[in-house]
Every structure is written in structure tokens, then in C-alpha cells.
């Protein structure tokens, strides 16, 4: 299960440097999250990079359980519940942008097809 980490070292960097070159292999995608990073589209998030350097990642079903099996990971646990359509990416997987780029982009597709969630109200 994946910590929170109040200060995050070097290892850390180069999660977080992986991270945005994978979010760079899609241009319409922006990093948003300035403490947390992550991805969404109309209102639906579809990667994140934790605090403690692990990275999730939002697959449809079919592809979600082939990959954990693929990769014999786990579906995402974060803050003691496990997140149903979100797999851990292996650390190994996410320095190699090429072989993930094709996950990134089903993630993303994933999400695009899904309603948009209706926009926040603002409060007075």
C-alpha cells in the first residue's frame, strides 16, 4: 500500500520527471496538480503519481485485468482503499514511456468516452 511522503526525495524526481514524459506522448493531456499530479478529462481523472512515488493508472476492464496480469501488479491501494479500476504501474514499466504510452492512451480513451461530470458551483 502506497504512503503518503511529507518530504519526497530523489526517487521520487524521477517518478515524477517518467510521469510527465508519458503525459507528454498525448498533447491534448496536461498535468495538473501542483503537490499532486495527475491527469483527467471532462471531470474524470485517469493517472495520478501518489506522494509516495507510485503511479495509478485507470484501465477499462478486459485491458485492467490483463494488464495486472501481464505485469503481475496489483489494483491501486491508496490511503487503505483499493481503487477498482486503477492499476500500480511497475516502476520498471514507467521509465520505459514506449511500452506504457499505449496504456496511457487506452486510460485516456477510456475516460473520453465516459459522460462528462457536470461543472462544480461555485460558491458565493
Given at each position: 500500500m502506497?504512503k503518503?511522503?511529507?518530504?519526497?526525495?530523489?526517487d521520487?524526481?524521477?517518478?515524477?520527471?517518467?510521469y510527465?514524459?508519458?503525459i507528454?506522448t498525448?498533447?491534448?493531456?496536461?498535468?495538473?496538480?501542483?503537490?499532486?499530479p495527475y491527469t483527467?478529462?471532462n471531470?474524470?481523472?485517469?493517472?495520478?503519481?501518489?506522494p509516495?512515488g507510485?503511479v495509478?493508472?485507470?484501465?477499462?476492464?478486459?485491458l485492467?485485468?490483463?494488464?495486472l496480469?501481464?505485469?503481475?501488479?496489483?489494483l491501486f491501494?491508496?490511503?487503505g482503499?483499493?481503487?477498482k479500476?486503477?492499476?500500480t504501474?511497475?516502476?520498471?514499466?514507467l521509465?520505459d514511456?514506449?511500452q506504457?504510452?499505449?496504456?496511457?492512451?487506452?486510460?485516456?480513451?477510456?475516460?473520453?468516452?465516459?459522460?462528462?461530470?457536470p461543472?462544480?458551483?461555485?460558491?458565493d
Open positions: 502506497a503518503a511522503v511529507a518530504n519526497p526525495g530523489p521520487y524526481q524521477l517518478k515524477l520527471a517518467s510527465e514524459r508519458l507528454a498525448i498533447p491534448d493531456v496536461e498535468r495538473r496538480g501542483a503537490a499532486n483527467s478529462l471531470g474524470h481523472m485517469f493517472s495520478y503519481l501518489h509516495a507510485a495509478a493508472l485507470r484501465l477499462p476492464p478486459g485492467r485485468e490483463a494488464f496480469r501481464k505485469y503481475r501488479t496489483t491501494q491508496a490511503y482503499v483499493v481503487q479500476e486503477y492499476v504501474v511497475p516502476n520498471d514499466l521509465a514511456t514506449e506504457l504510452r499505449g496504456y496511457f492512451r487506452a486510460s485516456y480513451d477510456y475516460v473520453r468516452s465516459m459522460k462528462p461530470k461543472a462544480a458551483k461555485k460558491r
